[in-house]
C-alpha cells in the first residue's frame, strides 16, 4: 500500500475516533469529567504521534512533541497556578522540537541522522530554561551549574564536525 493511501485511511480512522469520543463526552459528561482542558492538548499531540506512527510519516512526530508538550506545560500552570513560571517555560519549545526529530528519525528509520540535530535541539532549550528560569524566577542551588550544558553544547558541536570532516576524507 501507497504511503498517501496509507496517510488516507489512517487520516479517517482518526477522525472517526475522535469524533466518537468527542461524541461520548457530549452525551455522557460525567464520564469525562477528569478531563481538564490541557490533557485535551496533550491528547492532541498524541494523536499527531499515532498519526505519525501508523501513516509511517514522521514529519508528523515533530508538531506531535510541540503539542503535546505545551499541552504539558499548560497541565503544570493549570494544576500550580503558576502562570507566571510563562516567562522562561517557554524555553522547553525548542526541546520539544528536538524530541520530535528524534522520533521522526525513529520512525523513518533515520536514527543516526536525526539524533545529532535532536539533541542539539534540547541542549539549546536545556541552556535557554536555566538561563531565563535563573534570571525570572527558579531559585535553586542546582541552576548555578547551566554553563555545563554550554560545554556539553560546544562538545557536541566539535565531535560532530570532527567525525564529518573523518568521513569525508573515507
Not at 522540537?97 to 521522526?104: E, P
Amino acid at each position: 500500500m501507497n504511503r498517501n493511501r496509507r496517510s488516507s485511511i489512517v487520516s479517517g480512522i482518526i477522525l472517526i475516533l475522535l469524533g466518537l469520543l468527542f461524541l461520548a463526552n457530549e452525551i455522557f459528561p460525567e464520564l469525562f469529567s477528569f478531563w481538564e482542558w490541557p490533557v485535551l492538548i496533550i491528547g492532541m499531540g498524541f494523536v499527531f504521534l499515532l498519526w505519525a506512527i501508523l501513516s509511517g510519516i514522521g514529519g508528523l512526530a515533530v508538531p506531535a512533541a510541540i503539542i503535546g508538550g505545551i499541552g504539558g506545560i499548560f497541565y503544570y500552570q493549570n494544576m500550580t497556578g503558576n502562570w507566571e513560571s510563562w516567562s522562561y517555560i517557554w524555553s522547553l519549545i525548542p526541546g520539544f522540537v528536538g524530541v520530535g526529530i528524534i522520533l521522526s528519525g525513529i520512525i523513518d528509520r533515520s536514527l543516526k541522522e536525526a539524533l545529532s540535530g535532536g539533541l542539539t535541539m534540547i541542549i539549546i532549550s536545556g541552556v535557554l530554561f536555566f538561563a531565563f528560569g535563573t534570571a525570572f524566577g527558579i531559585e535553586n542551588d542546582f541552576f548555578q551549574y547551566w554553563p555545563i550544558l554550554l560545554i556539553a553544547l560546544g562538545l557536541i558541536s566539535l565531535v560532530r564536525v570532527l567525525f564529518s570532516n573523518k568521513q569525508k576524507r573515507a
